[in-house]
């Protein structure tokens, strides 16, 4: 499993406890939880100096935690299928509707041929089931120069960068 962040390949420094029946102080440092662990264990969850994440699945809309995105340093969006595109809705609205700065990560079934769409709507991070994560990274981002709709990463559209030349 490799994880690519801001196009670099990257150790993980969280630990993912979300599938655990009991966090406690069983575990130091960076922790991801699930949003039945947030909702149940919040207070005890602050009171931790490690930095917090939480994992939402594609069933569970960020509304849930938008009151609470401060205390997120990582969001991971579970893509529990490669058919499933929830996780993308969420991502745009958790960037543009709720203004979430903090690292997006895609989780779950994360295909090569997706990451280019996935960074669009606003992941910057991604669990790869691969040896070579970078290189998937680097073919997927090749892929494509020119960009037709806005997208959350506010790179420039076709369309504007014609008039940019004209």
Do not use: C
Request: charged share 25%; net charge negative.
């Amino acid at each position: 499993m490799g994880l690519l962040k801001n196009g670099q390949a990257v150790a993980d420094s969280y630990t993912d406890v979300s599938e655990h029946e009991v966090i406690g102080d069983t575990v130091a440092g960076a922790i991801i939880v699930s949003l039945q662990q947030w909702q149940e264990h919040r207070d005890a969850l602050l009171e931790r100096s490690a930095p917090l994440g939480i994992v939402l699945r594609s069933n569970e809309k960020p509304e849930l935690i938008r009151s609470d995105l401060s205390h997120f340093a990582v969001i991971a969006l579970d893509f529990p299928t490669f058919r499933d595109g929830r996780a993308y809705s969420h991502a745009r609205m958790l960037r543009e509707r709720f203004g979430y700065q903090g690292e997006l990560r895609a989780v779950g079934e994360v295909l090569l041929e997706q990451l280019h769409y996935m960074q669009r709507v606003g992941f910057n991070s991604f669990a790869i089931a691969s040896d070579a994560a970078l290189r998937d990274w680097e073919t997927a981002a090749a892929d494509m120069s020119v960009w037709y709709q806005p997208g959350a990463d506010e790179r420039a559209t076709a369309v504007e960068l014609r008039h940019k030349v004209g």
